[in-house]
């Protein structure tokens, strides 16, 4: 079956930077975008930018460019994302979903990963 | 900057129906934005239940269903369960390969 499996939980101090993974398995890995979404404790899901596994390509909402990198290593299906000089407030969960395929329209985030909780403190 | 808007709570009497929407702070919601929708409870992760406006994801009971009212898309529970008791988010696409997720509404049944 489809499914993403994402890497444990971090603990950070502020100004760090984090690198999160996301395994992908069960269907053809370069053939679907993948798309990083985060959720702070008690807020609700914020988009952050999709990566294209065949290329490498990436696309980053406006908020999080300068200061986000979405890569992928496609000899083991897997992606990262790395969020650098983080802020108290970039606590949160962070949950890679697999996106539209390269050649669809865009239809839903499904599956999702477990999530990683990143946590950021002195 | 454009805001994706959702009503905050909503409740909900078991058996009931209720709809829940997704617009925009400027200009209309159509079927071009592919919104799509799903649902959370705590400690979990989101699960999908609508996409491209009113396509059922795979298991989704079919009391889900959506829409375009209007100027919003729209996710109807016809017949509510308490097991619907959840948070629910919608995403639109904004096109140049940009999503931008809902406030999401805190959806009570009782």
């Known amino acids: 079956q489809v499914q993403l499996v994402q890497s444990g939980a971090e603990v950070k101090e502020p100004g760090a930077s984090v690198k999160v993974s996301c395994k992908a398995s069960g269907y053809k890995f370069t053939e679907y975008y993948l798309h990083w979404v985060r959720q702070a404790p008690g807020q609700g899901l914020e988009w952050m930018g999709w990566i294209n596994p065949n290329s490498g390509g990436t696309n980053y909402a406006h908020k999080f460019r300068g200061w986000v990198t979405m890569t992928r290593d496609t000899s083991i299906t897997t992606v990262y994302m790395e969020l650098t000089s983080l802020k108290s407030d970039d606590a949160a969960v962070y949950y890679c979903?697999?996106?539209?395929?390269?050649?669809?329209?865009?239809?839903?985030?499904?599956?999702w990963g477990q999530g990683t909780l990143v946590s950021v403190s002195s | 900057q454009t805001v994706v808007t959702q009503e905050p709570s909503f409740s909900v009497s078991p058996g009931g129906t209720v709809t829940l929407t997704c617009g925009l702070s400027s200009g209309s919601v159509s079927t071009s934005y592919y919104p799509s929708w799903y649902q959370q409870t705590p400690g979990q992760a989101p699960r999908p239940l609508i996409h491209s406006t009113d396509v059922r994801s795979s298991g989704v009971p079919d009391r889900f269903s959506g829409s375009i009212l209007g100027n919003k898309a729209a996710l109807t529970i016809t017949g509510a369960q308490a097991v619907d008791e959840s948070d629910y988010y919608c995403v639109l696409f904004m096109g140049s390969g940009v999503w931008v997720f809902g406030g999401g509404t805190k959806l009570t049944v009782l």
């Open positions: 979903t697999r996106g539209p395929s390269l050649t669809s329209h865009p239809t839903a985030f499904d599956p």
